[in-house]
Each structure stands twice: as structure tokens, then as C-alpha cells.
Nanobody, 119 residues
């Protein structure tokens, strides 16, 4: 059974950068989609970005141009590079993957990592 572990969150000033990592274990990595979601206090969990096995990506309009999703199949790790961070980016960020290769729903989750953007 796949397990996802996020890391790299923390406190950063507005305009700063962070890179989140998601390490996967327990199954073959390269054929699965990987994604990032986030949840701010009092709000629903929202989509941030997805990278598919072939390398294509989807990015939410709210972060397009600032966030980049990538993956390193040799390390079984996905990344979210976050630049020009804003206070409204403050949330718990979750890594996710699909249950079967080629499926569109990402519903296997990591434990989350806190990102706080504040002066």
C-alpha cells in the first residue's frame, strides 16, 4: 500500500519561496499521477496542481505563474516549488496520488505540511 510523506513546510515572509517534497513508498511510482491540494482554516480543501505520468501538468489559476509542480521518478518524490508567496497561500498542503494508473481521481493522501506566510 502506498504511503505519502510531505515535508518542507514552514514560516516564510511574503514574497519568499518554499519547496515542498512528497516522498512515496510502497508501490511503483512512475506510472501514477501526483498532486498537491491545500486547506486553509475554515475553508474547503482546494486543488493546487497535478503532474501526470507523462509529465503534463495542471495548475490552479490562483497559483499559476508562481507555483511549479515537478517529479523525480528515480527518487519516488514529487515537488511543489512555491515562489512569490502571499499571506493567502497560508494553508496545510497535502500531497495526493491516484489509486490506479490512468485514473483521474487523486484520493490517496499524505498527512499534510503547514505553510504559513506572514511578516
Amino acid at each position: 500500500q502506498v504511503q505519502l510523506v510531505e515535508s518542507g513546510g514552514g514560516l516564510v515572509q511574503p514574497g519568499g519561496s518554499l519547496r515542498l517534497s512528497c516522498a512515496a513508498s510502497g508501490r511503483t511510482f512512475s506510472t501514477y499521477a501526483m498532486g498537491w491540494f491545500r486547506q486553509a482554516p475554515g475553508k474547503e480543501r482546494e486543488f493546487v496542481a497535478t503532474i501526470w505520468s507523462g509529465g503534463s501538468t495542471n495548475v490552479a489559476a490562483s497559483v499559476k505563474g508562481r507555483f511549479t509542480i515537478s517529479r523525480d521518478n528515480a527518487k519516488n518524490t514529487a515537488y511543489l516549488q512555491m515562489n512569490d508567496l502571499k499571506p493567502e497561500d497560508t494553508a496545510v498542503y497535502y500531497c495526493a496520488t491516484n489509486r490506479l494508473p490512468g485514473t483521474l481521481k487523486l484520493d490517496v493522501w499524505g498527512q499534510g505540511t503547514q505553510v504559513t506566510v506572514s511578516s
